[in-house]
């Protein structure tokens, strides 16, 4: 009985101190000084609408939220209902803390850069640990403490379904919000008007600082925040199975070291001398990667006295970095894909688009096959439980990846609002370099977060035919292979349905910007104020009102096969949703990363560099790639998440 004290203690003690390192990082930043009434102003207005819009979506999602609470309640009772509300609250409240320090972070991180690189890296990124650390924290304290109240492993599922439903409403709104401004700020300021990114003229240009935050800060913080606990979850339904207590333990105890690995990887990102930041950020995650190793090594032996398990985690934790890798490597402008389609833009847009799908494609086959790999180690040396903390191996190092993915948009937001402001030439160059990393480190976090979405899903169908009681899938039986071609068909639908909405909305917001610059005499000159309200109200209306029905498809479809065609059915839905979706989400992030980097890599100066026909179609395939890679994409690996933890919380309804 001691042994659990101690590891409860731990738990919970490893928690705290992720959140009081959010906190101190939080209050630091706060502390920092802004010289400069233009950059605080700035920074004011895109919190204003930053918080609006977060305001308005969670408005609206409180009403789902309270439905589902009570359905669950009346059909499965209270603790999975008590479940379902706290994991819903929690997801939000990363979100809006990741949000409130984000915004908060970007004007400093701006006018940090006036005296150099190390002091506006360091901002910036301390911005993204208390995004990293607050979900690392909330979410372990999550579960631990739905576990403590309830002891009840099925029941505490629930859990992961609030925050995977809150997940995807917020990444498929925040992506609708975020890609709406940016093709309205592209196609019109860059393509039409010529005048540069960021420029205060430029009427979306502050709904396009306010969706950085949206969609990257909250909605990519909700994403990872359901992958980590849900990760967690799954693996704590196999173990309590399969090893008793102490595989119940196994999970918590392997994302509290993850979270030491990751307080301890934070002392290694530091410039130095040579002035790299994607040496500094690369540093930190090799080095919290290592950590976790390490004591995962430790924890395995005394917990188990052998070491398999500790094989199962290594294979994801190193599959992680690996898909990682591969991420840059299709995205990134210091490799062949990128300088390929952008080459292929001297000759238009249609080959930039064609080059940027068929590199997007090509990006599909090494993340696959290197999650096959950890799937087969995972096996070899757990079996299913094995799988399980694979998923969970990989995501334990979340605390870092979402302090570096965050960082991101935080340097994008600094960017712009150095450009607003009139700030020195030499300030941009140094957010414009750490804006480029940031590009870069997002797409490393959108390959680890489909990369752990296949495992997590993997893991979770297996407590799903644990619950139903099925030993296998029977492809001959029609209603399963129904079942299946409604499963791949739904991350297709769904990925219409998210692109539709970014066009609409897009739509809309280029028909107001090109109104501003036509009737507003003055916006051209500078002697005129846009009215970027009318802007951001048009991103923050369509992102609500856009985001209801893909959302609620992921929760309605997966209920109504189970109840009409059964249990086996729905496990053929789960199994054609997670092969199409995992394909689907690669592909699309992938090639809307490496559209975006081709553009900037002209704007560096190559093949005829800014208003060059060659920058026009880079420009056009990008606003292509923006719904790609920052709404749809991103969105399928929670769509799959949250369809087979609504299967496996309600699997008594489908017996």
């Known amino acids: 009985m001691e042994i659990f004290v101690q590891m409860n203690l731990a738990i919970a003690v490893t928690a705290g ?17 802004v010289d400069n009434e233009r950059v605080r102003e700035l920074s004011e207005i895109i919190k204003s609408g930053a918080m609006a819009f977060l305001y308005r979506e969670y408005k609206a999602l409180v009403i789902f939220a309270v439905v589902v609470t009570f359905a669950l309640g009346f059909y499965l009772g209270l603790p999975s209902a008590a479940c379902f509300a706290a994991g819903a609250f929690c997801s939000a409240f990363t979100g809006l803390v990741g949000m409130r320090v984000a915004t908060s972070a970007n004007g400093r991180t701006a006018f940090a850069a006036i005296k150099g690189m190390n002091e506006a890296l360091g901002i910036a990124f301390r911005g993204g640990s208390v995004m990293g650390m607050t979900v690392v924290g909330v979410g372990l304290l999550g579960v631990f403490g739905a576990y403590l109240v309830f002891r009840d492993v099925e ?15 917020a990444r498929v709104g925040g992506g609708i919000y975020t890609k709406a401004a940016d093709v309205g700020a592209d196609l019109v300021g860059k393509v039409e008007a010529g005048i540069p990114e960021d420029d205060p ?29 849900n990760s967690i979850l799954a693996a704590m339904a196999v173990g309590a199975a399969v090893f008793g207590p102490k ?13 030491v690995a990751a307080l301890l990887g934070t002392m290694f990102v530091r410039v130095g001398k040579e002035g790299n930041p994607q040496r500094a950020l690369s540093a930190g995650l090799y080095s919290t990667g290592a950590f976790m190793i390490v004591g995962t090594f430790f924890l395995t032996k005394w917990l188990f006295d052998d070491i398999n398990l500790f094989w199962s985690v290594v294979g994801g934790v190193v599959c992680g970095v690996i898909i990682g890798q591969i991420t840059e490597f299709y995205t990134s402008s ?25 590199v997007g494609m090509k990006s599909t086959v090494a993340p696959v096959v290197f999650i096959c790999a950890a799937t087969m180690v995972g096996v070899h040396f757990g079996g299913l439980f094995g799988i399980a903390c694979s998923a969970v191996g990989m995501l334990s190092i979340t605390g870092m990846v979402l302090s570096v993915d965050a960082y991101g948009p935080i340097s994008d937001n600094a960017g712009g609002i150095a450009e607003m402001a009139g700030l020195p030439e030499s300030v941009r160059k140094i957010t414009d370099r750490l804006d480029a990393v940031g590009n870069t480190t997002a797409a490393v976090g959108k390959g680890l977060a489909i990369g752990s979405a296949a495992l997590t899903a993997l893991a979770l169908f297996v407590s799903y035919a644990s619950a139903t009681k099925l030993d296998k899938i029977d492809l001959i039986d029609p209603k399963v292979m129904i079942g299946l071609f409604i499963g791949g068909v739904l991350p297709f639908i769904f990925s219409a349905l998210s692109i539709q909405a970014v066009s609409r909305a897009a739509e809309k917001m280029i028909g107001e910007v090109r109104r501003q610059f036509r009737e507003i005499p003055g916006i051209m000159e500078g002697t005129a104020r846009p009215e970027y309200e009318k802007c951001v109200d048009i991103s923050t209306a369509a992102a609500i009102k856009e985001m209801l029905i893909p959302g609620l498809m992921a929760v309605v479809v997966p209920i109504l096969v189970g109840i009409f065609l059964g249990a086996p059915a729905l496990g053929g839905l789960l199994g054609g949703s997670i092969v199409t979706g995992v394909m689907m989400a690669i592909f699309m992030s992938n090639s809307g990363g490496a559209w975006d980097n081709a553009k900037k890599y002209i704007e560096e100066g190559n093949h005829g560099g800014k208003g060059s026909p060659a920058h026009s179609a880079a420009v056009n395939g990008d606003t292509v790639g923006d719904p790609f890679k920052d709404t749809a994409g991103p969105s399928l690996n929670i ?5 087979t933890v609504v299967s496996l919380v309600l699997a008594p309804l489908f017996l």
């Open 334 to 358: 210091d490799y062949s894909s990128v300088k390929e389609i952008a080459a292929a833009s001297n000759t238009g847009t249609a080959t930039n688009i064609l080059a940027g799908i068929s």
């Open 247 to 259: 595989g119940l333990m196994y999970p918590m105890l392997l994302s509290a070291v993850g979270i």
């Open 155 to 169: 029941a505490i599922t629930a859990f992961g379904f609030g925050a995977s439903s809150i997940a995807l409403f």
């Open 639 to 643: 769509l799959i998440k949250l369809m």
């Open 17 to 33: 101190i992720a959140l009081v390192y959010a906190i101190i990082a939080s209050a630091k930043i706060g502390s920092y000084e």
């Open 201 to 229: 003229r430029n009427p979306a240009v502050i709904a396009d600082n306010v969706g950085d935050n949206v969609g990257d800060i909250a909605g990519m913080g909700a994403d990872l925040f359901e992958s980590y606990v």
